[in-house]
């Protein structure tokens, strides 16, 4: 997988995540084994002999009665020519190397073993025949994730991202191609454009000058779970983002954002969801502003950077005044800081399923700017977007840094211009209901910070890989991450002038509808239930 060559953290700690699982499912699944084995100690009698397997699970595998070593059921528990019942990959094919010892398969790399007679169903060699397993390996808790091993990078982003402002209509987002963009370009203007992951359209937009509808499709089955249609004035302003997101199963609609935009730093926003399958039902609606800050997230915390600019110059999106130039190097290093963001994020929303967001991040990579503004509002804190309507292939968009807060650290600057870059593929905005609630949870419950946490924290949660990806947290692959910081039922008043976080649900439901103002309102639940 290429991987560039900068020292990463968090690019580290996102490639270990899969190891991690894996080891997870496997320490799982042996120590069931040593319970199985109690009593048998042939570790006692032969001190000196080989330490027994790491990978060995309780219950072996026959023909006809498959048991697997984890839920995404990619991996075998086979019962050895040692005795010892281990995980394996599933073979593909039954012509493997036989063999009669797992000495006999060392040859085919580290972990391969042999298997005993009949633990499988092969006819041709027969079944009778051990034959040699494979280890399992990385357990891939998203076995059809497309394009698994040619992710974008900073080198192919920043040639497609060249070629495009060379006037090219047609590049490879990653080395390899997998990941590829064209558009359609009609007297200057974009008017259409398609993604593909492996030969596939896993996204598109088509323009007009008043009007933008984008479609998704990350698991390729032709069914897009993403729908956005993005309205603009005749001046080319936005009026209105719609996003409408399906369940890929049921192909219900599950959730909808609608941002109307009612002023130069101002939304008006209403959250619809179908809890349980059924119709959408508004679960939230409030005024926010449009520039999308990332506030104070953990990572971003760090260590100021540079000395302040004066503000000069006309205000760009969202009223924004741009200073006059950047501290000298800044904004090279914020680009470069940047390029590395999307890249690695790219790579980790990919290796979670999300191959359409993947791609997206690299072509909306293509049309952003660099712009320092010290006069970004304080509670703006290091950087903002102006959202919601951020891709648009007919305009670049800032991203503002805040040459006074930026920070200094390396994989603090990442996570802080991932979690921007994260506003313009989600187009989701920051609940303020959720500014009451404790760090932890807020973040938790927010699907910019969840995700910027899921592939740049390395003490990510079980919710934050829920709230990213829209699944249950008890399931593959979020079930592997830490616990949860949100672990009671909290509440978030729905009554606009109460519009607040309550540590407890009992709590809101009790004060929310209290008072003429708010009587009749409910409270949303703010909890990661174990769904399905
Ligand atoms: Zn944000």
């Not at 990510?460 to 592997?480: F, G, I, N, R």
Request: aromatic letters at 6%; a negative charge.
């Amino acid at each position: 997988m290429p991987r560039g060559d900068f020292d990463s953290l968090t690019r580290a700690l996102a490639t270990t995540q899969s190891r991690r699982e894996a080891v997870r499912v496997l320490a799982g699944a042996a120590a069931g084994a040593v319970l199985a084995y109690l009593g048998v100690g042939c570790g006692k009698d032969d001190p000196a002999g080989p330490a027994p397997p790491q990978d060995q699970c309780p219950t072996p595998s026959t023909c006809g009665d498959r048991q697997y070593c984890n839920e995404a059921q990619t991996c075998l528990c086979v019962k050895s020519a040692e005795g010892y019942n281990r995980c394996g990959a599933i073979p593909t094919t039954c012509h493997v190397q036989l063999c009669q010892t797992s000495a006999d398969c060392a040859g085919l790399g580290e972990g391969f073993f042999c298997d005993t007679p009949n633990s499988g169903c092969c006819t041709d060699p027969p079944a009778d025949l051990p034959r040699c397993i494979a280890p399992c390996g990385d357990v891939d808790n998203n076995p059809g994730t497309v394009c698994d091993g040619d992710p974008l990078s900073t080198g192919s982003i920043q040639a497609a991202a060249a070629a495009i402002a060379g006037g090219a209509t047609e590049v490879d987002l990653s080395p390899g191609g997998c990941y590829h963009y064209r558009r359609t370009v009609v007297n200057g203007f974009v008017a259409a454009e398609v993604i593909t992951a492996d030969g596939k359209r896993v996204a598109g937009w088509d323009h007009t000058p008043t009007q933008s509808n984008g479609t998704r499709d990350s698991d390729l089955d032709g069914f897009s779970e993403w729908l956005a249609l993005i309205t603009r004035d005749a001046a080319g302003q936005t009026q209105k983002v719609t996003v409408t997101e399906y369940d890929p199963t049921t192909r219900t609609p599950a959730r909808r954002r609608t941002q109307t935009i009612t002023g130069a730093n101002e939304m008006h926003v209403l959250v619809e969801a179908a809890p349980d399958g059924g119709a959408l039902e508004k679960v939230a609606e409030y005024d926010a502003p449009r520039l999308q800050e990332v506030g104070l997230d953990p990572l971003a915390a760090a260590a100021r950077a540079v000395t302040p600019a004066v503000a000069q110059g006309t205000p760009g999106p969202c009223g924004v005044v741009p200073d006059a130039s950047c501290p000298p190097g800044l904004a090279d290093a914020a680009r470069q800081a940047l390029e590395q963001a999307a890249a690695e994020g790219s790579d980790c929303l990919a290796a979670h399923g999300l191959a359409a967001e993947a791609a997206s991040l690299g072509v909306n990579y293509f049309m952003v700017d660099i712009v320092c503004a010290s006069s970004l509002p304080a509670e703006s804190g290091p950087a903002a977007v102006c959202g919601p309507d951020v891709s648009n292939p007919n305009e670049r968009f800032p991203i503002y840094i805040n040459p006074n807060s930026f920070p200094s650290d390396p994989a603090a600057r990442r996570s802080v211009l991932f979690h921007e870059m994260l506003h313009t593929v989600f187009t989701e905005d920051h609940d303020p209901a959720l500014n009451a609630a404790p760090p932890d949870i807020r973040r938790e419950n927010d699907r910019v910070r969840a995700c910027n946490s899921m592939c740049m924290n390395p003490n990510a949660t079980k919710c934050d890989c829920a709230t990213c990806l829209q699944k249950s947290k008890c399931e593959p692959p979020c079930d592997s991450f830490q616990g949860c910081a949100t672990k009671n039922e909290a509440g978030i008043c729905l009554c606009p002038s109460r519009m607040n976080y309550y540590p407890s649900f009992t709590q809101c439901t009790v004060d929310c509808p209290s008072g003429l103002a708010c009587f009749g309102f409910q409270c949303r639940k703010v909890s990661n239930p174990c769904m399905g």
